[in-house]
């Protein structure tokens, strides 16, 4: 359940991106998936996470930016990304884990990450 993660770039002040974060495998609609974010020089934080069930967790920084969805048919979880600032900008990393989670420890499978710069 090696998940990728894809939909970086570069984006001005106030614009949107939308993430994907793919997995393989017919299971895929009992994982949580957690997408995560790293600054450079900064320590990873938890962005959003969503159970099997849809059940959703948004961090305060970015709760009412930032909307996390899945389409279970296709094997895929969306980060959907408004109002972006240049604090948004580092590497988004999604993960698979058997728990519904904040914790990066309870996640088992990273994905390689895709970078999101907010820059005018």
């Known amino acids: 359940v090696q998940p990728q993660a894809s939909g970086g770039g570069l984006v001005q002040p106030g614009g949107s991106l939308r993430l994907s974060c793919t997995t393989s495998?017919?299971?895929?609609?009992?994982?949580?998936i957690g997408w995560f974010r790293q600054a450079p020089g900064k320590e990873r934080e938890f962005v959003a996470a969503?159970?099997?069930?849809?059940?959703?967790y948004t961090a305060n920084s970015v709760k009412g930016r930032f909307t996390i969805s899945r389409d279970n048919a296709k094997n895929t979880v969306y980060l959907q990304m408004n109002s972006l600032q240049p604090e948004d900008t580092g590497v988004y990393y999604c993960?698979?884990?058997?728990?519904?989670?904040?914790?990066?420890?309870?996640?088992?499978?990273w994905g390689q990450g895709t970078l999101v710069t907010v820059s005018s």
């Open positions: 969503i159970a099997g069930s849809g059940l959703t």
């Open positions: 495998g017919r299971t895929f609609n009992v994982y949580g």
């Open positions: 993960a698979t884990s058997t728990m519904f989670s904040s914790q990066a420890n309870r996640y088992d499978y």
